[in-house]
């Protein structure tokens, strides 16, 4: 089984940050891809950032330049800096990790980190 546990949501007023992170644990033996994703309201779930294993990348548009994924391989965590937040970029932020084809190409979800992000 593999268990992801996010952390860093909360609140804050447009313009500030947060730095989310996602620590995965259990039988993990590799990582293909970790990323983040976000749910509002009524809305439809989202990618924000996706990160392969050889450090390539991937933003929504709507966060590019302000939000940087990163991760530590030794940790299996997986963070998301959020820099000039917007109201908009309110949502539930959810973990996902998706392991290599060899084991599987199976995904997971973390239960999800709220932020808020006021005017």
């Known amino acids: 089984q593999v268990q992801l546990v996010e952390s860093g949501g909360g609140f804050v007023q447009a313009g500030g940050s947060l730095r989310l992170s996602c620590a995965a644990s259990g039988s993990i033996f590799s990582i293909r891809t970790m990323g983040w994703y976000r749910q509002a309201p009524g809305k439809q779930r989202e990618l924000v950032a996706t990160?392969?294993?050889?450090?390539?990348?991937n933003y929504a548009d709507s966060v590019k330049g302000r939000f940087t994924i990163s991760r530590d391989n030794a940790k299996n965590t997986v963070y998301l800096q959020m820099n000039s937040l917007k109201p908009e970029d309110t949502a539930m932020y959810y973990c996902k990790i998706v392991m290599p084809a060899w084991a599987g190409a199976q995904d997971y979800w973390g239960q999800g980190t709220q932020v808020t992000v006021s005017s």
């Open positions: 990160m392969s294993g050889g450090g390539s990348t």
